[in-house]
T-cell receptor
Framework: GENVEQHPSTLSVQEGDSAVIKCTYSDSASNYFPWYKQELGKRPQLIIDIRSNVGEKKDQRIAVTLNKTAKHFSLHITETQPEDSAVYFCAAVNTGTASKLTFGTGTRLQVTL | EAQVTQNPRYLITVTGKKLTVTCSQNMNHEYMSWYRQDPGLGLRQIYYSMNVEVTDKGDVPEGYKVSRKEKRNFPLILESPSPNQTSLYFC?????????????????FGPGTRLTVT
Protein backbone atom coordinates (compact mmCIF):
# COMPACT_ATOMS: atom_id res chain seq x y z
CA GLY A 1 0.00 0.00 0.00
CA GLU A 2 0.87 3.67 -0.01
CA ASN A 3 3.39 5.07 2.47
CA VAL A 4 3.75 8.81 3.04
CA GLU A 5 6.70 10.24 4.95
CA GLN A 6 6.63 13.82 6.21
CA HIS A 7 9.44 16.05 7.52
CA PRO A 8 10.15 17.80 9.75
CA SER A 9 7.95 16.72 12.63
CA THR A 10 8.31 20.13 14.27
CA LEU A 11 9.25 23.47 12.78
CA SER A 12 9.71 26.80 14.51
CA VAL A 13 10.02 29.99 12.48
CA GLN A 14 9.92 33.68 13.24
CA GLU A 15 6.99 35.72 12.05
CA GLY A 16 7.59 36.86 8.51
CA ASP A 17 9.94 34.02 7.63
CA SER A 18 9.11 31.18 5.25
CA ALA A 19 8.31 27.60 6.20
CA VAL A 20 8.71 24.48 4.09
CA ILE A 21 7.27 21.05 4.83
CA LYS A 22 8.26 18.08 2.70
CA CYS A 23 6.57 14.77 1.94
CA THR A 24 7.46 11.71 -0.07
CA TYR A 25 5.12 8.98 -1.26
CA SER A 26 5.73 5.48 -2.47
CA ASP A 27 2.85 4.51 -4.77
CA SER A 28 3.26 5.87 -8.29
CA ALA A 29 -0.51 5.40 -8.78
CA SER A 30 -1.22 8.25 -6.35
CA ASN A 31 -2.44 11.21 -8.37
CA TYR A 32 -3.84 13.74 -5.92
CA PHE A 33 -2.05 15.38 -2.99
CA PRO A 34 -4.03 17.47 -0.49
CA TRP A 35 -2.68 19.36 2.51
CA TYR A 36 -4.66 19.73 5.73
CA LYS A 37 -4.23 22.18 8.57
CA GLN A 38 -5.28 21.33 12.10
CA GLU A 39 -5.41 24.12 14.64
CA LEU A 40 -5.17 23.22 18.31
CA GLY A 41 -8.29 21.39 19.46
CA LYS A 42 -9.92 21.61 16.05
CA ARG A 43 -10.62 19.22 13.20
CA PRO A 44 -8.31 19.06 10.16
CA GLN A 45 -9.32 21.21 7.19
CA LEU A 46 -8.06 21.09 3.62
CA ILE A 47 -6.08 24.20 2.71
CA ILE A 48 -4.55 23.45 -0.68
CA ASP A 49 -4.14 20.54 -3.05
CA ILE A 50 -2.33 19.56 -6.22
CA ARG A 51 -3.00 17.01 -8.92
CA SER A 52 -0.34 14.88 -10.51
CA ASN A 53 -0.58 16.69 -13.84
CA VAL A 54 0.45 19.99 -12.23
CA GLY A 55 3.91 20.92 -10.95
CA GLU A 56 3.05 23.89 -8.76
CA LYS A 57 0.01 25.66 -7.35
CA LYS A 58 -0.23 28.89 -5.35
CA ASP A 59 -2.94 30.39 -3.20
CA GLN A 60 -1.91 33.70 -1.67
CA ARG A 61 0.86 32.93 0.86
CA ILE A 62 0.82 29.16 0.44
CA ALA A 63 2.09 27.08 -2.44
CA VAL A 64 2.56 23.41 -3.18
CA THR A 65 5.06 21.81 -5.51
CA LEU A 66 5.11 18.28 -6.88
CA ASN A 67 7.95 16.27 -8.37
CA LYS A 68 6.32 13.13 -9.75
CA THR A 69 9.58 11.57 -10.84
CA ALA A 70 11.08 11.79 -7.37
CA LYS A 71 7.70 11.23 -5.65
CA HIS A 72 8.18 14.39 -3.58
CA PHE A 73 5.73 17.17 -2.78
CA SER A 74 6.14 20.18 -0.56
CA LEU A 75 4.14 22.91 1.17
CA HIS A 76 5.61 26.41 1.20
CA ILE A 77 4.26 29.16 3.45
CA THR A 78 5.67 32.65 2.95
CA GLU A 79 5.46 35.65 5.27
CA THR A 80 4.34 33.44 8.14
CA GLN A 81 1.93 34.82 10.69
CA PRO A 82 1.00 33.62 14.21
CA GLU A 83 -2.28 32.21 12.86
CA ASP A 84 -0.26 29.83 10.69
CA SER A 85 0.73 27.98 13.88
CA ALA A 86 -0.89 24.55 13.58
CA VAL A 87 -0.23 20.94 12.66
CA TYR A 88 -0.02 20.35 8.92
CA PHE A 89 -0.67 16.99 7.27
CA CYS A 90 0.14 15.97 3.74
CA ALA A 91 -1.76 13.14 2.10
CA ALA A 92 -1.63 11.04 -1.03
CA VAL A 93 -4.67 9.71 -2.84
CA ASN A 94 -5.23 7.39 -5.74
CA THR A 95 -8.54 8.77 -6.94
CA GLY A 96 -9.19 5.48 -8.67
CA THR A 97 -9.46 3.74 -5.30
CA ALA A 98 -12.24 5.92 -3.95
CA SER A 99 -11.75 7.19 -0.44
CA LYS A 100 -8.44 5.56 0.45
CA LEU A 101 -6.28 8.37 1.78
CA THR A 102 -2.86 7.96 3.32
CA PHE A 103 -1.70 10.80 5.54
CA GLY A 104 1.77 11.81 6.60
CA THR A 105 2.64 11.92 10.28
CA GLY A 106 2.19 15.67 10.57
CA THR A 107 4.35 18.76 11.13
CA ARG A 108 3.79 21.04 14.09
CA LEU A 109 4.55 24.58 12.91
CA GLN A 110 5.15 27.25 15.54
CA VAL A 111 5.38 30.85 14.38
CA THR A 112 7.03 33.00 17.01
CA LEU A 113 6.81 36.77 17.34
CA GLU B 1 -25.80 23.73 8.00
CA ALA B 2 -23.67 21.12 6.22
CA GLN B 3 -21.85 19.12 8.84
CA VAL B 4 -20.49 15.86 10.19
CA THR B 5 -21.45 15.06 13.76
CA GLN B 6 -19.97 12.53 16.15
CA ASN B 7 -21.13 11.28 19.53
CA PRO B 8 -19.95 11.11 22.17
CA ARG B 9 -17.24 13.78 22.07
CA TYR B 10 -15.48 12.37 25.10
CA LEU B 11 -15.61 8.86 26.51
CA ILE B 12 -13.76 7.11 29.31
CA THR B 13 -14.39 3.39 29.50
CA VAL B 14 -12.85 0.17 30.78
CA THR B 15 -11.16 -2.66 28.96
CA GLY B 16 -13.59 -5.06 27.34
CA LYS B 17 -16.75 -2.98 27.57
CA LYS B 18 -18.29 -2.73 24.10
CA LEU B 19 -18.86 0.77 22.80
CA THR B 20 -20.14 2.52 19.70
CA VAL B 21 -19.18 5.95 18.40
CA THR B 22 -21.80 7.36 16.08
CA CYS B 23 -21.15 9.45 13.00
CA SER B 24 -23.68 11.21 10.84
CA GLN B 25 -23.43 13.54 7.84
CA ASN B 26 -26.12 15.63 6.17
CA MET B 27 -24.32 16.34 2.87
CA ASN B 28 -25.48 13.22 1.01
CA HIS B 29 -21.85 12.15 0.58
CA GLU B 30 -21.22 8.66 -0.77
CA TYR B 31 -17.95 8.14 1.04
CA MET B 32 -17.29 8.01 4.77
CA SER B 33 -14.18 7.14 6.77
CA TRP B 34 -12.93 6.68 10.30
CA TYR B 35 -9.47 7.82 11.39
CA ARG B 36 -7.54 7.69 14.59
CA GLN B 37 -5.01 10.36 15.50
CA ASP B 38 -2.08 9.60 17.77
CA PRO B 39 0.95 11.78 18.58
CA GLY B 40 3.76 11.16 16.14
CA LEU B 41 1.65 8.84 14.00
CA GLY B 42 -0.61 11.34 12.30
CA LEU B 43 -4.02 10.37 10.97
CA ARG B 44 -4.45 6.71 10.20
CA GLN B 45 -7.47 5.39 8.37
CA ILE B 46 -9.34 2.62 10.19
CA TYR B 47 -12.18 1.81 7.78
CA TYR B 48 -13.85 3.50 4.88
CA SER B 49 -17.12 3.10 3.03
CA MET B 50 -17.86 3.84 -0.60
CA ASN B 51 -21.64 3.57 -0.24
CA VAL B 52 -24.39 1.82 1.67
CA GLU B 53 -23.37 -1.73 2.58
CA VAL B 54 -19.91 -1.26 1.00
CA THR B 55 -17.00 -0.97 3.41
CA ASP B 56 -13.28 -1.73 3.29
CA LYS B 57 -10.35 -1.86 5.66
CA GLY B 58 -8.00 1.05 6.02
CA ASP B 59 -4.51 0.87 7.47
CA VAL B 60 -5.37 -0.03 11.09
CA PRO B 61 -8.65 -2.00 11.16
CA GLU B 62 -7.78 -4.50 13.89
CA GLY B 63 -10.12 -4.28 16.89
CA TYR B 64 -12.75 -2.20 15.09
CA LYS B 65 -15.98 -2.85 13.21
CA VAL B 66 -18.12 -0.58 11.10
CA SER B 67 -21.46 -0.73 9.36
CA ARG B 68 -23.14 1.41 6.70
CA LYS B 69 -26.83 0.62 6.69
CA GLU B 70 -27.85 4.15 5.77
CA LYS B 71 -26.04 6.68 3.63
CA ARG B 72 -25.85 9.31 6.37
CA ASN B 73 -24.59 7.11 9.24
CA PHE B 74 -21.33 5.28 9.75
CA PRO B 75 -20.90 4.02 13.33
CA LEU B 76 -17.58 2.75 14.68
CA ILE B 77 -17.84 -0.24 16.99
CA LEU B 78 -15.23 -1.42 19.48
CA GLU B 79 -16.38 -4.87 20.57
CA SER B 80 -13.73 -5.29 23.27
CA PRO B 81 -11.77 -2.06 23.74
CA SER B 82 -8.20 -2.21 24.96
CA PRO B 83 -5.90 0.53 26.31
CA ASN B 84 -4.02 0.72 22.99
CA GLN B 85 -7.23 2.02 21.42
CA THR B 86 -7.02 5.15 23.55
CA SER B 87 -6.92 7.84 20.89
CA LEU B 88 -8.63 10.76 19.20
CA TYR B 89 -11.07 9.50 16.59
CA PHE B 90 -12.34 11.42 13.59
CA CYS B 91 -15.15 10.54 11.24
CA UNK B 92 -15.11 12.12 7.79
CA UNK B 93 -17.26 12.19 4.71
CA UNK B 94 -16.39 13.02 1.12
CA UNK B 95 -17.60 12.83 -2.45
CA UNK B 96 -16.10 12.49 -5.89
CA UNK B 97 -16.89 15.55 -8.02
CA UNK B 98 -15.95 13.61 -11.16
CA UNK B 99 -16.04 15.63 -14.34
CA UNK B 100 -17.54 18.60 -12.52
CA UNK B 101 -14.07 19.30 -11.11
CA UNK B 102 -13.32 20.38 -7.58
CA UNK B 103 -11.42 18.59 -4.89
CA UNK B 104 -11.76 14.81 -5.15
CA UNK B 105 -12.45 13.15 -1.84
CA UNK B 106 -11.91 16.26 0.27
CA UNK B 107 -12.41 14.97 3.78
CA UNK B 108 -15.05 16.82 5.78
CA PHE B 109 -14.14 15.89 9.32
CA GLY B 110 -16.37 15.64 12.34
CA PRO B 111 -15.35 17.34 15.62
CA GLY B 112 -13.56 14.26 16.98
CA THR B 113 -14.14 11.82 19.83
CA ARG B 114 -11.53 11.51 22.53
CA LEU B 115 -11.59 7.96 23.82
CA THR B 116 -9.74 6.73 26.90
CA VAL B 117 -9.69 3.01 27.70
CA THR B 118 -8.44 2.11 31.18
Amino acid sequence: GENVEQHPSTLSVQEGDSAVIKCTYSDSASNYFPWYKQELGKRPQLIIDIRSNVGEKKDQRIAVTLNKTAKHFSLHITETQPEDSAVYFCAAVNTGTASKLTFGTGTRLQVTL
Amino acid sequence: EAQVTQNPRYLITVTGKKLTVTCSQNMNHEYMSWYRQDPGLGLRQIYYSMNVEVTDKGDVPEGYKVSRKEKRNFPLILESPSPNQTSLYFCASSYDPGLAGGRPHEQYFGPGTRLTVT
